[in-house]
């Protein structure tokens, strides 16, 4: 995606991050915004369609939320995600005859 030129970005394929992250916000906006439903229910005595148009209410505002600060959070998510990644480096060994190979290791985070 860095390689890919700005005015072509929104055609680039998203990474798997992306999608990972795009469904954990999915999912965290659906559960709030079903408690607030439950809550509005239960809790307040209100009707079911009330209760309803409060979801979809919620639920919209909560992603729009995260549109806003998609910025913000992503970045914030770039530099904690690195953490549980491996990272291949390339340890250089010497035989007994003097010739150096490249073996490919992971490194543990």
């Not at 809790?43 to 998609?70: E, W």
Request: aromatic share 12%.
């Amino acid at each position: 995606m860095k390689n890919t030129p700005q005015r072509l970005r929104s055609y680039a394929p998203p990474t798997r991050d992306k999608i990972f992250i795009w469904s954990a916000v999915v999912a965290g906006c659906s559960i709030m915004a079903l408690l607030c439903r439950h809550a509005a229910i239960h809790r307040f005595d209100t009707d079911q369609f009330t209760g309803n148009v409060l979801f979809a209410v919620f639920f919209v505002l909560s992603i729009g939320l995260y549109c806003g600060f998609q910025l913000v959070i992503e970045d914030g998510f770039n530099r904690f995600l690195p953490i549980f990644h491996h990272r291949e480096v390339m340890a250089i060994a010497e035989t007994t005859t003097g010739e150096q190979i490249a073996i490919p290791t992971v490194e543990e985070p």
